[in-house]
C-alpha cells in the first residue's frame, strides 16, 4: 500500500503519514523501486496516532507508547498509554485551576480599579466545559480597495 492510500483512509495527509515514518511511528517497507510499502494496519496506527494527538499527547509522548499501538481499539488501551493520558488529564485540570484562579485576580482588580463596571460580570461565572471542542464562528467581511482609480 503506497502513502497516498494510506492518507486517504486515515483521513490525513501524504506529508502527515511521512512524518510519523521519520518520527519512528510507522515502519514502512521499501517496494523494489524505493517507495515506502505500508501495510493495512499502518492505517489504524496513523488513527490512533492522531487521537492520540488530539488528546494533547506529543509525538515524543507516543513514541514511548508506540508498543502499545494497535488495531483493536482507537485509542490503544494499554498501562502505558492510560497513564500518560492521567497525566495528560492532570495538566489539563491544573491549567484549568490556574485560569481560574487568574480570572479570579482579575475579576477582583477590575473590581478595585473600576468599582462601577469592574463587577458587571459575577467572579465566580465559570463557562460550562463540554466535551464537545468549542466552535469558532469566522466572520469573512468584503475588503476596501483603498487604491485610487488613477492607479
Given at each position: 500500500?503506497?502513502?497516498g492510500a494510506v492518507a486517504d483512509e486515515a483521513e490525513v495527509s501524504p506529508r502527515m503519514v511521512r512524518h510519523y515514518a521519520n518520527q519512528g511511528l510507522l515502519?514502512?517497507?521499501?517496494?523494489?523501486?524505493?517507495y515506502r510499502s505500508f501495510e493495512q494496519g499502518d492505517v489504524a496506527r496513523v488513527r490512533q496516532i492522531q487521537a492520540l494527538i488530539r488528546l494533547g499527547m506529543t509525538v515524543e509522548e507516543i513514541r514511548r507508547v508506540?508498543?502499545?499501538?494497535?488495531a483493536s481499539s482507537p485509542v490503544p488501551t494499554c498501562p502505558a498509554t492510560v497513564n500518560a493520558l492521567r497525566e495528560q488529564?492532570?495538566?489539563v485540570d491544573a491549567q484549568i485551576a490556574n485560569l481560574a484562579e487568574h480570572r479570579r485576580r482579575l475579576h477582583?482588580?477590575?473590581r478595585e480599579i473600576d468599582p462601577d463596571n469592574g463587577a458587571t460580570t459575577p467572579p465566580h461565572e465559570t463557562p460550562k466545559?463540554?466535551?464537545?471542542?468549542?466552535r469558532l464562528r469566522i466572520?469573512?467581511?468584503p475588503v476596501q480597495d483603498e487604491r485610487s482609480p488613477d492607479g
Open positions: 500500500m503506497r502513502i515502519t514502512p517497507g521499501r517496494d523494489i523501486n524505493g508506540q508498543g502499545c499501538l494497535d488529564l492532570h495538566e477582583q482588580t477590575l466545559l463540554t466535551d464537545e471542542p468549542p466572520v469573512l467581511r
